[in-house]
């Protein structure tokens, strides 16, 4: 029977003050509360730089007529903002996030849906601060802007490749433009691919292994068959959207629900379908981001409302207002935007009067890159997101140690 060995065998062994020094920084390591939000390490150095903006006209005028938080995903920048007026003063908060795309909310709820898009995608549920717990070893100060608080995270499969999000019938759907389909988000963290267009059928299945078509937004109505949805093409091809080759210009479709066949053609790679019923009817509403524009879908055909300074993405409505959002255009994919100044573009969120089409008010990062989606929610229900940029600073250890939420 072999013997074993009764001698210290690890001679190279760590002095005590090494051993100090890696336990002091193990310790230290995953405080901060933006990392913990995030689950991301690095989110705790958002360069300020990104958070510097600009405004124009009365948009801070507009978002408190409304009485309403505007919510904004930064997807390159991986940072959701938020803004309201708040104590008749601006208010901007932020919260850092793995590249955010898809942002849905359920008013009735008090829920916000995010998804962020990395590999493997993940969907966050944020509810409003409702209150503080009490405790005896701090000081408890209540947030009377009841900021959005993560209180979910489900992981899903990257090939996903989720981008827009939404409400329908009361349940959260998401664009799998990886799969060229639009799936069904279980609170368990599953998936089921509900819809498609038919241009992906073939006569051994419908072609879900690959992005093909760019089917990226949602136009919500109360069921799937009544909704519509955004794509940059219905030609199914060896050139996909992510080849520098891959044809845009006035390829872009818009799909019907019931029929999975396109209504309108023309549009350079459209994004943020909505339907909007301000005027007391329904009408579908598209950014034609490859030219900058905003506008309406009537008798099957484009109609421009507005033009903007750069990448239209990011679209709501709210009593009378669309809210849209401008990105620069990266030059890599400047051949994406054949109707756009390159150089002109700019990162911002306009306030456009939807019967005239005149720009009320906007606000401008200089330092800005991408805005991917835009949605509200009342301002009496939540006034952003737990990180501040304007007004007062929290205490978010304390906040984050005793917060509650209904």
């Given at each position: 029977?072999?013997?074993?060995?009764?001698?210290?065998?690890f001679v190279?062994?760590?002095?005590?003050?090494?051993?100090?020094d890696?336990w002091?920084r193990?310790?230290a390591?995953?405080r901060?509360?933006?990392?913990?939000?995030?689950?991301?390490?690095?989110?705790?150095?958002i360069?300020p730089?990104?958070?510097?903006?600009?405004?124009?006209?009365?948009?801070?005028?507009?978002l408190?007529s409304?009485?309403?938080?505007?919510?904004?995903?930064?997807?390159?920048?991986?940072?959701?903002l938020?803004?309201s007026n708040?104590?008749?003063?601006?208010?901007?908060t932020?919260?850092?996030m793995?590249?955010?795309s898809?942002?849905?909310?359920?008013?009735?709820?008090?829920?916000?849906?995010v998804?962020?898009?990395?590999?493997?995608?993940?969907?966050?549920?944020?509810?409003?601060?409702?209150?503080?717990?009490?405790?005896?070893d701090?000081?408890?100060?209540?947030?009377?802007d009841?900021?959005?608080?993560?209180?979910?995270?489900?992981?899903?499969?990257?090939?996903?490749?989720?981008?827009?999000?939404?409400?329908?019938?009361?349940?959260?759907?998401?664009n799998?433009?990886?799969?060229?389909?639009?799936v069904?988000?279980?609170?368990?963290?599953?998936?089921?691919?509900?819809?498609?267009?038919?241009?992906?059928?073939?006569?051994?299945?419908?072609a879900?292994?690959?992005?093909?078509?760019?089917?990226?937004?949602?136009?919500?109505?109360?069921?799937?068959?009544?909704?519509?949805?955004?794509?940059?093409?219905?030609?199914?091809?060896?050139?996909?959207?992510g080849?520098?080759?891959?044809p845009?210009?006035?390829?872009?479709?818009?799909?019907?629900?019931?029929?999975?066949?396109?209504?309108?053609?023309?549009?350079?790679?459209p994004?943020?379908?909505?339907?909007e019923?301000?005027?007391?009817?329904?009408?579908?509403?598209?950014?034609?981001?490859?030219?900058?524009?905003?506008g309406?879908?009537?008798?099957?055909?484009?109609?421009?409302?507005?033009?903007?300074?750069?990448?239209?993405?990011?679209?709501?409505?709210?009593?009378?207002?669309?809210?849209?959002?401008?990105?620069?255009?990266?030059?890599k994919?400047?051949?994406?935007?054949?109707?756009?100044d390159v150089?002109?573009?700019?990162?911002a969120?306009?306030?456009?009067?939807?019967?005239s089409?005149?720009?009320?008010?906007?606000?401008?990062?200089?330092?800005?890159?991408?805005?991917?989606a835009?949605?509200?929610?009342?301002?009496?229900?939540?006034?952003?997101?737990?990180?501040?940029?304007?007004?007062?600073?929290?205490?978010?250890?304390?906040?984050?140690?005793?917060f509650s939420?209904?």
């Amino acid at each position: 029977m072999a013997k074993h060995a009764t001698t210290n065998e690890f001679v190279d062994c760590p002095s005590a003050d090494e051993m100090e020094d890696l336990w002091s920084r193990h310790s230290a390591a995953w405080r901060d509360t933006a990392q913990i939000t995030s689950h991301w390490q690095d989110a705790s150095n958002i360069d300020p730089l990104l958070l510097k903006y600009k405004v124009k006209g009365d948009f801070w005028a507009v978002l408190d007529s409304l009485q309403i938080t505007l919510l904004v995903g930064r997807e390159y920048e991986h940072l959701l903002l938020a803004l309201s007026n708040f104590d008749s003063a601006p208010h901007m908060t932020y919260m850092p996030m793995p590249h955010p795309s898809g942002l849905a909310v359920d008013r009735e709820k008090g829920i916000v849906h995010v998804a962020s898009t990395r590999n493997p995608n993940q969907i966050y549920d944020l509810a409003p601060m409702s209150g503080s717990m009490p405790r005896l070893d701090v000081e408890v100060s209540e947030q009377l802007d009841n900021p959005l608080l993560p209180v979910r995270s489900r992981f899903l499969p990257g090939c996903l490749y989720m981008h827009d999000l939404a409400m329908v019938g009361g349940e959260l759907y998401a664009n799998a433009v990886g799969h060229n389909a639009v799936v069904h988000l279980t609170s368990e963290g599953r998936y089921s691919r509900k819809w498609w267009p038919k241009c992906i059928d073939t006569p051994t299945g419908p072609a879900f292994g690959q992005n093909f078509i760019q089917l990226n937004s949602i136009a919500a109505g109360d069921t799937l068959s009544e909704s519509f949805f955004s794509a940059s093409s219905d030609k199914v091809s060896s050139r996909r959207p992510g080849h520098k080759n891959y044809p845009v210009d006035q390829r872009g479709v818009i799909f019907s629900g019931a029929t999975r066949e396109p209504i309108a053609r023309g549009l350079t790679r459209p994004h943020s379908a909505r339907l909007e019923h301000s005027t007391g009817r329904q009408r579908l509403w598209v950014d034609n981001s490859g030219y900058g524009e905003v506008g309406l879908i009537e008798d099957e055909r484009f109609h421009t409302v507005t033009k903007l300074p750069g990448w239209t993405r990011g679209l709501a409505f709210c009593r009378g207002v669309a809210f849209v959002g401008t990105s620069r255009v990266i030059p890599k994919f400047s051949q994406y935007a054949p109707g756009l100044d390159v150089n002109a573009s700019i990162c911002a969120i306009h306030a456009i009067d939807i019967r005239s089409g005149k720009v009320l008010g906007s606000v401008a990062w200089p330092y800005g890159n991408q805005i991917f989606a835009i949605e509200w929610l009342p301002r009496a229900q939540s006034g952003g997101f737990p990180f501040s940029i304007t007004g007062p600073e929290r205490d978010c250890k304390t906040m984050f140690y005793t917060f509650s939420t209904d």
